[in-house]
């Protein structure tokens, strides 16, 4: 459950003058266990929501009420010096789990995510695919009601990224209780393929501009009419060339 | 390059240079006729090396024990320097600027002083080696703590890591190639430290005392196979902590090797 109210938050610039308006009377709720994905041109403040969502800035006017939320970063920021299940395991070491039930909650993960077999591969050998799944178990396994995902998928060749999108909405769908995820992507069709609503928000300083509920059944594929017809909603909303 | 090519021409190539310098040397005084008292020739050190094998280890024994013990020194404070200097921007104010002046002192002018402090002996010296190899250990290891990745720490505050555990975690495995790094620029400025420290503690052994005790002999030849075993120490320091380094850190390694391709 996520609620903010009319928040804006404006980077003040060097010597205290005016900077950049990052967000702008932004308002929006999440229920538990939905699935939301934000898309919106670059730089209009979408990674700026998640971190005001895990408690990393603090609004400048407006408030910002979440349910504990953990991130996972655009990059994969993976530790170089530790193998794939060790990096998997940081945020469950962090919270003072011993080494060898951490790994023991990560093998299951592993072994769904078609990572088995790499568990002792460092990041700088993995491929960027497998790189961003162990940062997704990482994330999963932080054990927070909220997952912020910030364009997990943005760095990725188109081939990977589809495959990564399917497997995300099978892992959410997996877990016993359904988690409320926040997904910011520029990725319109990625959004029209994942969320359950979809938010559009406009070039700095970003606003919300539309809410769409999506109403159609996940898995849903890129080909499918409904999802075409969505895809062309939000590019239009977000002010493509028809 | 091959990897076995590599290997040999990292053996080889400095070898080579070794020998030709040491031809141009042999020529220079065959042709020039310079006195062996100001100049001996690669031919009469070799014969001192082995001449005086005995001295020379014994000596060298003593010397690499107080490099050894001055350079664990500096790591200690070294390190402990760093990472306060990385976490307090007070103590990086009041110290940073003149940890950097300090560095522009000439040891020899300490001497005097430590020798009052500290007696004759061992203690001096540890601390002139320990001088010489603190700074660059402070700045390589300061340079590892800084690069690392502000949005990794902030991934670290959304699991509720505490500042210690920020350390522990991220920070401090960053800062070992930093660290590894300072040891080894450390290691070579060392046998320069202890050559000071032997002779401004008006030291009875090791290798600078040696130096010393040479000139004073006029025994050239012997003075400068002092000098090619000091050299060599040198040298052998530096292998193996490189070789330390590849095994303590090799994920340093094998980012190395995947940019390079």
């Known amino acids: 459950m996520i609620k903010l109210e009319g928040v804006s938050l404006v980077f003040t610039g060097r010597r205290g003058q005016e900077g950049v308006r990052a967000l702008d009377g932004v308002s929006l709720e999440v229920g538990s266990g939905e699935i939301v994905a934000v898309v919106g041109p670059s730089g209009c403040g979408k990674t700026t929501l998640l971190e005001l969502i895990c408690g990393l800035q603090t609004p400048g006017s407006g408030s910002v009420e979440s349910e504990p939320a953990a991130l996972m970063p655009q990059r994969d920021l993976l530790l170089p010096w530790l193998s794939a299940a060790d990096n998997a395991c940081l945020a469950l070491r962090v919270r003072g789990v011993n080494r060898a039930d951490s790994l023991a909650l990560v093998k299951p993960w592993f072994e769904r995510l078609g990572l088995s077999g790499f568990e002792q591969t460092r990041p700088a050998q993995l491929s960027g695919g497998m790189r961003q799944r162990v940062s997704f178990v990482r994330t999963l396994l932080a054990g927070k009601p909220v997952l912020a995902l910030d364009e997990p998928f943005a760095a990725l060749d188109a081939l990977t990224r589809a495959e990564m999108q399917q497997w995300l909405g099978t892992a959410l769908a997996s877990e016993q209780q359904p988690r409320t995820v926040v997904l910011v992507t520029h990725d319109v069709e990625e959004a029209a393929l994942l969320g359950d609503r979809i938010i559009v928000m406009s070039p700095r300083p970003g606003r919300v501009i539309a809410d769409l509920t999506v109403p159609l059944p996940r898995p849903r594929t890129r080909t499918d009419p409904a999802v075409v017809a969505l895809r062309e909603q939000v590019l239009e909303l977000l002010g493509a060339p028809v | ?261």
Not at chain 2, 71 to 84: D, E, H, R
Not at chain 2, 131 to 137: A, D, E, Q, R, Y
Not at chain 2, 139 to 146: A, K, M, P
Not at chain 2, 231 to 240: E, Q, Y
């Open chain 2, 1 to 261: 390059m091959s990897s076995r090519l590599h290997r040999t021409a990292f053996w080889l190539l400095p070898a080579l240079t070794l020998l030709l310098l040491l031809g141009i040397w042999q020529l220079y005084i065959d042709v020039s006729g310079v006195s062996s008292l100001v100049l001996p020739s690669p031919h009469e050190v070799a014969r001192a090396l082995v001449n005086d094998r005995g001295t020379l280890l014994r000596n060298l024994g003593r010397t690499a024990l107080e490099i050894v013990c001055g350079i664990l020194i500096a790591v200690a404070f070294g390190f402990v320097a760093a990472v306060l200097i990385h976490w307090s921007t007070l103590v990086r104010r009041a110290l940073y600027p003149l940890l950097v002046a300090s560095q522009a002192v000439p040891l020899v002018i300490l001497a005097p002083v430590l020798v009052l402090w500290l007696n004759f002996g061992l203690r001096p010296i540890l601390v002139v080696i320990a001088l010489v190899c603190f700074f660059p250990i402070v700045v390589t290891t300061l340079g590892g703590l800084e690069t690392v990745d502000p949005e990794l720490l902030k991934l670290m505050r959304t699991f509720d890591a505490s500042r210690w555990q920020q350390f522990r975690r991220v920070e401090l495995p960053s800062a070992m190639p930093g660290l590894l790094t300072g040891i080894k620029i450390a290691a070579v400025f060392s046998v320069i430290g202890a050559v000071f420290g032997e002779q401004d503690a008006g030291s009875g052994s090791g290798l600078g005392y040696l130096l010393n005790a040479t000139f004073a002999n006029y025994e050239p030849a012997e003075e400068f196979a002092t000098v090619c075993v000091l050299s060599g120490f040198a040298i052998l320091l530096f292998v193996l902590l490189t070789v330390a380094e590849r095994r303590m850190l090799p994920w340093a390694y094998q980012m190395k090797e995947i940019q390079s391709r």
